[in-house]
């Protein structure tokens, strides 16, 4: 168990619908951050939050948005959403965000299908 | 932008034996971290090992062990005295150490690896 929770740990949907995945990191860790694995794609960096702020940037599309919140809890919210958005979407946490080596601990993912 | 090759897709080792995963990347900058990742049929994402370009040592964990090679842009692995718990998809990652590019963690295709006992 890494002590980073994601809920829930699974959801299907029908295209065009909204959904939100939630994340809580470890404790202590300060920042958070999303990927996407799908067989298409692979395993690809979202979006990385570091308490409360957006810290970097990857492929995430604009149909997805995040946020961290004062408790250092994650969301990320999918809307409109596509057949090709099926996938396994992991959290992750660290408790720092900077050059020196933080440690990522992966949570165990949300399997997202969606119909 | 940095990228990362797996170009082993599947692997298979006996028991016992030994075998090396394969990992190239490509990246200008000269301060990084690389990453081997372990990801089992429970498909959670578990460290192995990693490896600071900075330091000229190879990294050692246990029956785990890298062969980085900065200059030729390679970073393997070997698994020694395999074991059935090994069996997993490995993914190579490579972190920047610049400060403007995050945190993130950019991953290989993956090696999916297969111990036969």
């Known amino acids: 168990d890494s002590g980073v929770t994601q809920t829930p740990k699974h959801l299907i949907t029908a295209t065009g619908q909204r959904v939100t995945l939630r994340c809580s990191p470890r404790?202590?860790?300060?920042?958070v951050y999303w990927y996407q694995q799908s067989l298409d794609q692979g395993l690809q960096f979202l979006i990385q939050y570091y308490n409360g702020e957006e810290r970097a940037k990857g492929n995430i599309l604009e149909r997805f948005s995040a946020q961290q919140f004062p408790d250092l809890h994650s969301e990320l919210n999918l809307s409109s959403l596509e057949l090709g958005d099926s996938a396994l979407y992991f959290c992750?946490?660290?408790?720092?965000?900077?050059?020196?080596?933080?440690?990522?601990?992966f949570g165990p993912g949300t399997r997202l299908t969606v119909l | 932008a940095q990228t990362v090759t797996q170009s082993q897709p599947e692997m298979s080792v006996q028991e016992a034996e030994t075998v090396t995963l394969s990992c190239t990347y490509d990246t200008s900058e000269s301060d990084y971290y690389l990453f081997w990742y372990k990801q089992p049929p429970s498909r959670q994402m578990i460290l192995v090992i990693r490896?600071?370009?900075?330091?000229?040592q190879n990294a050692t964990e246990n029956r785990f062990s890298v062969n980085f090679q900065k200059a030729a842009k390679s970073f393997s692995l070997k698994i020694s005295d395999s074991q059935l718990g090994d069996a997993a998809m490995y993914f190579c990652a490579y972190r920047s150490a610049w400060e403007t590019s995050g945190s993130r963690l950019t991953f290989g295709e993956g090696t999916q690896l297969t111990v036969n006992p």
């Open positions: 490896q600071e370009a900075y330091k000229q």
């Open positions: 404790s202590g860790d300060l920042s």
């Open positions: 992750a946490s660290s408790v720092g965000a900077g050059v020196d080596y933080n440690e990522q601990f």
